[in-house]
T-cell receptor, first 114, second 111 residues
Framework: DTEVTQTPKHLVMGMTNKKSLKCEQH?????MYWYKQKAKKPPELMFV???????INESVPSRFSPECPNSSLLNLHLHALQPEDSALYLC?????????????FGSGTQLSVL | DAKTTQPNSMESNEEEPVHLPCNHS???????IHWYRQLPSQGPEYVIH???SNVNNRMASLAIAEDRKSSTLILHRATLRDAAVYYC????????????FGKGTSLLVTP
């Protein structure tokens, strides 16, 4: 199994809603990542987890709250988002957090904030 | 972070080889060179990576200059399914070895 599974594939939410994005991998990877991608732009790194601990937060607003409850699962909790937060949210994982490792990406959650 | 420079776009005919260049003049000795591609409406996909020597896999070849200040991704026979944005990336320790994507090269393959 070499897949990173993201759910839901599409999400529409209002600015007062609370929602969560889920990412799962069963490859035994110990590093997991969240990226945000606006239309026709490259992905932008948001968070890096290593061994279930947050190691990098790229100055992401607090309305985005990541969580890594176990080594297979990564969540992104969303609260009070703005319309400009509408984007494709990508999850990735790698065996370890070192430069020689390749990243596996999910197909993303397309988020629309109304 | 070591920056990479790629052409914005390239075009190739189907079944011909494609050479996608990347400059990374500020690369350090321990930086791996990674290539990923992103097809429309999909997440990025690993293509190949290397440190010093040229590398081959079933998807592509990676040619690394002797001084490591540039590299070239080689698709031996382009197909229409190879039309994608190709990213050359040097994962850095200060970003947790995450990939910091630049603008990449948009490859158009014509029949």
């Amino acid at each position: 199994d070499t897949e990173v599974t993201q759910t839901p594939k599409h999400l529409v939410m209002g600015m007062t809603n609370k929602k969560s994005l889920k990412c799962e991998q069963h490859m035994g990877h110990r590093a997991m990542y969240w990226y945000k991608q606006k239309a026709k732009k490259p992905p932008e790194l948001m968070f890096v987890y290593s061994y279930e601990k947050l190691s990098i937060n790229e100055s992401v607003p607090s309305r985005f709250s990541p969580e890594c409850p176990n080594s297979s699962l990564l969540n992104l909790h969303l609260h009070a988002l703005q319309p400009e937060d509408s984007a494709l949210y990508l999850c990735a994982s790698s065996r370890l957090r070192v430069g020689a490792e390749k990243l596996f990406f999910g197909s993303g959650t397309q988020l629309s904030v109304l | 972070d070591a920056k990479t420079t790629q052409p914005n776009s390239m075009e190739s005919n189907e079944e011909e080889p494609v050479h996608l260049p990347c400059n990374h003049s500020t690369i350090s000795g321990t930086d791996y060179i990674h290539w990923y591609r992103q097809l429309p409406s999909q997440g990025p996909e690993y293509v190949i990576h290397g440190l010093t020597s040229n590398v081959n896999n079933r998807m592509a070849s990676l040619a690394i200059a002797e001084d490591r200040k540039s590299s070239t991704l080689i698709l031996h026979r382009a197909t229409l399914r190879d039309a994608a944005v190709y990213y050359c990336i040097l994962p850095k320790s200060n970003s947790g070895y995450a990939l910091n994507f630049g603008k990449g090269t948009s490859l158009l393959v014509t029949p």
